[in-house]
């Protein structure tokens, strides 16, 4: 009888990730899968059952990665508003930066795959919602922010964030003709020019006082 082994198991799945991240659960096969972990079929079968089951274990542990970056720092009340959105920010970038695939993979999916949803590889967020209500509510009613639901502060956010590394092949290519004084990735851009503007750009609205 065969053992499950962690480091193999590990070994499987980061091989999966880097497949499903590039071709989506579509364009990935099992049989992809094995030869990139160095693995037979058959070993693949004990330790995932299926692609199916693969693919869900798999996508449920970077949604809730996805979802959850910098969303702890915006709790932190012991800090001024501002600087939990600067820190969830960092968070945010830093999470892009190691994971440059993680955005398109997980829109892609919630786009085509028709069989996600809450509970089938789709993790519940409502609690964070909760959360981020309320402190957001707490926040308003201290005088210290406009009035705004979680669902639009969260799409404020994502869109500040998210979208510049959905383009990145067209950002990378246009930054070099913008500025050609000196040399521009995309990395260090939003290390530094673009964070100073979300951070203006967000912090004026979050903290206008409503008329």
Not at 34 to 59: C, H, P, T
Not at 91 to 109: N, V
Not at 122 to 145: C, N, R, T, W, Y
Request: charged share 25%.
């Amino acid at each position: 009888m065969i053992t499950k082994d962690v480091q193999t198991e590990a070994k499987i799945k980061k091989a999966a990730i880097e497949l499903f991240e590039k071709f989506g659960s579509k364009g990935t096969t099992v049989r992809k899968v094995a030869e990139k972990a160095g693995v037979n079929l058959a070993l693949m079968n004990y330790y995932f059952q299926s692609k199916e089951r693969l693919f869900l274990d798999i996508f449920n542990e970077r949604y809730a990665q996805y979802r959850d970056y910098g969303i702890s720092l915006l709790m932190d009340r012991s800090l001024s508003f501002e600087k939990r959105l600067e820190n969830y920010y960092d968070d945010m970038i830093a999470g892009m930066e190691d994971h440059p695939g993680l955005p398109m993979f997980i829109l892609s999916e919630l786009h085509f795959n028709e069989d996600l949803h809450t509970g089938n590889g789709l993790p519940d967020s409502s609690e964070i919602h909760v959360q981020l209500e309320k402190m957001l509510q707490e926040e308003f009613e201290a005088g210290k922010i406009r009035k705004i639901s979680a669902l639009e502060f969260q799409l404020i956010l994502v869109s500040q964030t998210v979208f510049p590394y959905l383009m990145s092949k067209q950002l990378n290519g246009i930054g070099p003709a913008v500025n050609k004084s000196q040399p521009w990735n995309l990395s260090e851009f939003m290390k530094t020019t673009y964070k100073a503007n979300f951070l203006e750009m967000v912090t004026g609205f979050m903290l206008k006082t409503e008329i």
